[in-house]
C-alpha cells in the first residue's frame, strides 16, 4: 500500500523559509513523478511543483518560480520542497502527491512515464503572516 507522509508545516512571517518533507513508502521507489499541490481556504487546488525522480527534471506553477524548490533523496524515498521567501499568499494546506495524481500539473508526455501510481498525502499546513 503506498504511503505519502507529509512534514515540516507551520507557521513563519512573511520573507521566511520552511521546508516540506513527503516521504514514500510501500512501493519501489525508481521513475515516478513526485510532486505538491496546494490548497487556501475558499480556492481550487492548485499544483504547485514537481519533480520526475527518473532523471530529476523539475517543474513549477509561475507563482512559486525563483522561491520554492523541490528536490529529492532517492536513498531515503524523500521528496523535499524548499520554500523561500514566503508570502502570506502561500498559506494554504500543502499535499504531496504522485504520478496520476499530478497529471494535471506535469507536462503531457511526462504522463505516459508517470502512470504507476496514484496517491495522496494527508496534507501538512503552511501559515504565512504579514
Known amino acids: 500500500q503506498v504511503q505519502l507522509v507529509e512534514s515540516g508545516g507551520g507557521s513563519v512571517q512573511a520573507g521566511g523559509s520552511l521546508r516540506l518533507s513527503c516521504a514514500a513508502s510501500?512501493?519501489?521507489?525508481?521513475?515516478?513523478?513526485m510532486g505538491w499541490f496546494r490548497q487556501a481556504p475558499g480556492k481550487e487546488r492548485e499544483g504547485v511543483a514537481a519533480i520526475y525522480t527518473g532523471g530529476g527534471r523539475t517543474y513549477y506553477a509561475d507563482s512559486v518560480k525563483g522561491r520554492f524548490t523541490i528536490s529529492q533523496d532517492n536513498a531515503k524515498n524523500t521528496v523535499y520542497l524548499q520554500m523561500n521567501s514566503l508570502k502570506p499568499e502561500d498559506t494554504a494546506m500543502y499535499y504531496c502527491?504522485?504520478?496520476?495524481?499530478?497529471?494535471?500539473?506535469?507536462?503531457?508526455?511526462?504522463?505516459?512515464?508517470?502512470?504507476?501510481?496514484?496517491?495522496w498525502g494527508q496534507g501538512t499546513l503552511v501559515t504565512v503572516s504579514s
Open positions: 510501500g512501493y519501489t521507489y525508481s521513475s515516478n513523478c
Open positions: 502527491a504522485a504520478d496520476r495524481a499530478l497529471r494535471s500539473f506535469v507536462p503531457p508526455l511526462l504522463r505516459i512515464a508517470c502512470n504507476a501510481l496514484d496517491a
